[in-house]
């Protein structure tokens, strides 16, 4: 499957953006879908993940409550929806996915897309 992430772009602190990932190449409502982040000079962290059915979601400490990972598997997308964006989301957002179980860590996702860039002014 390849995948390709959209959306990002420039925005003042407070402000919201929404990423896209669309897939081609293969259906997404089998794999689990995940988005990580590398800012500079920072490893590749873990923002959101979801199960194939949307039934299991899961955040990292530092977006909950601001960020949302959804899925149209019709559309064969996943989404994060980034609200209350603060200065320390600046970073690369990647989309990944893979056939197994929701995971957290880079290391368990197979496919990764491009990433895209959102930077966030103070």
């Known amino acids: 499957v390849q995948l390709q992430a959209s959306g990002g772009g420039l925005v003042q602190a407070g402000g919201s953006l929404r990423l896209s990932c669309a897939a081609s190449g293969r259906t997404l409502s089998s794999y689990v879908m995940g988005w990580f982040r590398r800012a500079p000079g920072k490893e590749r962290e873990f923002v959101a993940a979801i199960s194939w059915s949307g039934g299991s979601i899961y955040y990292a400490d530092s977006v909950k409550g601001r960020f949302t990972i959804s899925r149209d598997n019709a559309k064969n997308t996943v989404y994060l929806q980034m609200n209350s964006l603060k200065p320390e989301d600046t970073a690369v957002y990647y989309c990944?996915?893979?056939?197994?179980?929701?995971?957290?860590?880079?290391?368990?996702?197979?496919?990764w897309g491009q990433g895209t860039q959102v930077t966030v002014s103070s």
């Open positions: 990944a996915a893979d056939l197994r179980t929701v995971g957290v860590h880079p290391w368990e996702y197979e496919y």
